[in-house]
């Protein structure tokens, strides 16, 4: 029997405490060949996407989070929910292969489910993030400015209240993508002033290769000005 890309998982949800599967994509079938300047990996094969099924949708409450969401609820915080998202609910499930459509709905269920959870900000950011890249697959560009901006908001949040520590995101590289979401999005001010952060890291960093992402887009950026001044 032909070995698919897909298997499923039994997940518990964090609110409901009900079991739902999800789908998830095979190790050996993710291969990346190249990276986009704000880390959108690009796999080689098309078909395959594994950034659909990052995010775990409730079926049966639509409470929907990642393995980077905490177990820990605030006194008051599942009546919120409850409230928001589960009693809006209608079942239905995101467990089998999912469209760009249901990636990007996820996410979004995602955002909402950690904002009212009071998740960490780097990790509102990270959904944010990835439905920007997802909408860049289908070219809506608006769509994906709006979670740049989104997603750039909340990196630097989560810079200034330092709680990106503890997690896999390093300080160069959450500097590095505030600097270049804000370039994305046109606010090069603030992309400037991020980027001579990451710059000023050079000899202390474990990232040379974030450092040198940085410096390209610097001189881009400069290069930019300069023919502008012409």
Request: proline content about 3%; charged content about 30%.
């Amino acid at each position: 029997m032909e070995l698919t890309p897909y298997y499923q998982k039994d997940i518990e949800c964090l609110h409901c405490k009900l079991k739902f599967k999800t789908t998830k994509v095979r190790s050996k079938f993710i291969k990346v060949v190249e990276h986009d300047t704000d880390f959108r990996p690009i796999y080689e094969n098309i078909e395959v996407n594994p950034l659909l099924y990052n995010t775990f949708v409730c079926e049966h409450c639509g409470f929907s989070f990642t393995e980077d969401f905490t177990k820990y609820f605030a006194p008051g915080i599942k009546e919120i929910i409850q409230e928001q998202i589960a009693s809006k609910w209608t079942p239905r499930s995101f467990g089998n292969e999912r469209s760009l459509e249901e990636g990007i709905m996820a996410y979004k269920l995602g955002i909402l489910s950690g904002t009212l959870k009071k998740e960490k900000f780097v990790s509102i950011a990270g959904l944010a993030l990835r439905t920007a890249w997802l909408y860049r697959f289908q070219d809506r560009n608006e769509d994906e400015i709006r979670f740049m901006e989104i997603a750039r908001d909340r990196y630097a949040d989560s810079y200034s209240n330092d709680d990106y520590n503890g997690t896999q995101m390093s300080e160069t590289r959450i500097l590095y993508l505030i600097a270049e979401l804000s370039r994305k999005i046109g606010d090069i001010e603030y992309a400037t002033r991020y980027f001579s952060k990451v710059i000023e890291k050079q000899n202390s960093s474990i990232e040379p290769k974030v450092i040198d992402m940085a410096k390209d887009r610097w001189q881009e950026i400069r290069a930019r000005k300069e023919k502008e001044a012409l």
